[in-house]
């Protein structure tokens, strides 16, 4: 199972961060679909998750800004967050939670992802 | 939301030496928490599942143990690679939290 992520790593305040996660190696079915970020020096916060049928769940903190959305005929799910801040500089991973015990046990690479004028 | 509590936040140790983490929440999970190991650039990698399983691959001197609020992570014989920065999370219910981490130096 790989998990390789992409997406623009430089934004402007106010703009609207997109990052797409492949998946090779697994189907999409049994698995939550998700998203976690990293501050610089900080530690972990889960952005959401998603599965096969388009089910999502969104941490309250960032609900109003994020969307999550999966394409199974690419094997591919994606982040949307709006209106970007100083404070949503991050490291971004997309993960595969396995369904029984929501442990995440793939990870892709990382993406920096920095929002500054 | 459940707030995870690790303690320490950072401890120095050395090769050999035995190492418990602790990590609290502040309401019962059952036995839904999870333990991932991260290192400087790289993306945390999991350890232990459902409070006390050993994740496939991952060396048998890693254990976890407890319950509801109450879980540990211990390192038996702390090796050079085992140096790295160690997370619990709870998978009970959302938000999934993590704790805030707990660096473990030479």
């Known amino acids: 199972v790989q998990l390789q992520q992409w997406g623009t790593g430089l934004l402007k305040p106010s703009e609207t961060l997109s990052l797409t996660c492949g998946v090779s190696?697994?189907?999409?079915?049994?698995?939550?679909w998700t998203w976690i970020r990293q501050p610089p020096g900080k530690g972990l916060e889960w952005i959401g998750d998603i599965n096969h049928t388009g089910g999502t769940n969104y941490n309250p903190s960032l609900k109003s800004r994020v969307t999550i959305s999966i394409d199974t005929s690419k094997n591919q799910f994606s982040l949307k967050l709006t209106s970007l801040t100083a404070a949503d500089t991050a490291v971004y991973y997309c993960?595969?939670?396995?369904?029984?015990?929501?442990?995440?046990?793939?990870w892709g690479q990382g993406t920096l992802v920095t929002a500054s004028s | 939301d459940i707030h995870m509590t690790q303690s320490p936040s950072s401890l120095s140790a050395s090769v050999g030496d035995r190492v418990t983490i602790t990590c609290r929440a502040t309401q019962s999970i059952a036995m839904y928490l999870n333990w991932y190991q991260q290192k400087p650039g790289k993306a945390p990698k999991v350890l232990i599942y459902?409070?006390?399983n050993l994740q496939s691959g991952v060396p048998s001197r890693f254990s976890g143990s407890g319950s509801g609020t109450d879980f540990t992570l211990t390192i038996t014989s702390l090796q050079p690679e085992d140096f790295a920065t160690y997370y619990c999370?709870?998978?009970?219910?959302?938000?999934?939290?993590f704790g805030q981490g707990t660096k473990v130096e030479i």
């Open positions: 190696g697994e189907s999409f079915t049994s698995y939550y």
């Open positions: 459902a409070a006390s």
């Open positions: 999370q709870q998978s009970y219910n959302n938000p999934r939290t």
């Open positions: 993960a595969r939670g396995r369904q029984q015990w929501l442990v995440y046990d793939y």
